[in-house]
């Protein structure tokens, strides 16, 4: 019951993203909306902010439908773009009202979900510290965060699979090379 109540304050929530500036969405508008009291949105969310989060999160992961694999990462990427293409009135009203920290750190926390778990599939049986993995992946993070929110600035023109294959171009092989530059098991030449 919890999960479907905070679906549909999300839904809520995203129908009037559709309509307004989230700046201007109040607590009182979604459970107006959703038609349930102000004492059930408290009950799951502490404020306005931590719903957008939420809803963030759980549209990007329906967005991700499982999409996070070596060779399913590229269409994952794709499909968090066409998502926000599809709901463009409603990523700019969330862009517009919120802090750019607040939400570049959605979108880093998105990326990282789907890049560790590329990370960890490669690195299955190559010795690499987690925090090297979490290295490799922070840097791929923030290599796709950058080409999203100038695809998003720009007006989401560029076709997000043409984007996504010229990452990919980028980059290919290159998860693999950067775990051997971690391993832990090489052998040290002392040279002396």
């Given at each position: 019951?919890?999960?479907?109540?905070?679906?549909?304050?999300?839904?809520?929530?995203?129908?009037?993203?559709?309509?307004?500036?989230?700046?201007?969405?109040?607590?009182?508008?979604?459970?107006?909306?959703?038609?349930?009291?102000?004492?059930?949105?408290?009950?799951?969310?502490?404020?306005?902010?931590?719903?957008?989060?939420?809803?963030?999160?759980?549209?990007?992961?329906?967005?991700?439908?499982?999409?996070?694999?070596?060779?399913?990462?590229?269409?994952?990427?794709?499909?968090?773009?066409?998502?926000?293409?599809?709901?463009?009135?409603?990523?700019?009203?969330?862009?517009?009202?919120?802090?750019?920290?607040?939400?570049?750190?959605?979108?880093?926390?998105?990326?990282?979900?789907?890049?560790?778990?590329?990370?960890?599939?490669?690195?299955?049986?190559?010795?690499?510290?987690?925090?090297?993995?979490?290295?490799?992946?922070?840097?791929?993070?923030?290599?796709?965060?950058?080409?999203?929110?100038?695809?998003?600035?720009?007006?989401?023109?560029?076709?997000?699979?043409?984007?996504?294959?010229?990452?990919?171009?980028?980059?290919?092989?290159?998860?693999?090379?950067?775990l051997e530059k971690y391993r832990?098991?090489?052998?040290?030449?002392?040279?002396?």
């Amino acid at each position: 019951m919890s999960q479907t109540t905070k679906k549909a304050l999300a839904a809520s929530l995203k129908k009037l993203l559709a309509e307004k500036s989230f700046d201007k969405i109040t607590v009182v508008d979604i459970v107006n909306d959703c038609e349930v009291n102000r004492q059930t949105f408290y009950y799951h969310f502490q404020d306005i902010n931590d719903l957008l989060g939420w809803l963030i999160m759980n549209e990007a992961s329906m967005a991700l439908d499982g999409k996070k694999t070596y060779d399913t990462w590229q269409q994952g990427f794709v499909q968090i773009l066409q998502y926000a293409r599809e709901n463009r009135t409603v990523v700019m009203n969330i862009s517009k009202a919120i802090d750019r920290q607040q939400g570049e750190k959605y979108l880093y926390d998105i990326a990282y979900d789907l890049l560790i778990g590329v990370v960890d599939e490669k690195a299955a049986g190559i010795p690499v510290k987690e925090e090297d993995k979490k290295t490799i992946a922070d840097f791929y993070k923030y290599a796709f965060v950058g080409l999203a929110l100038d695809w998003i600035n720009n007006g989401m023109k560029e076709d997000p699979q043409i984007l996504i294959e010229h990452l990919s171009t980028l980059i290919q092989g290159n998860f693999s090379e950067a775990l051997e530059k971690y391993r832990t098991d090489k052998m040290v030449i002392n040279r002396s």
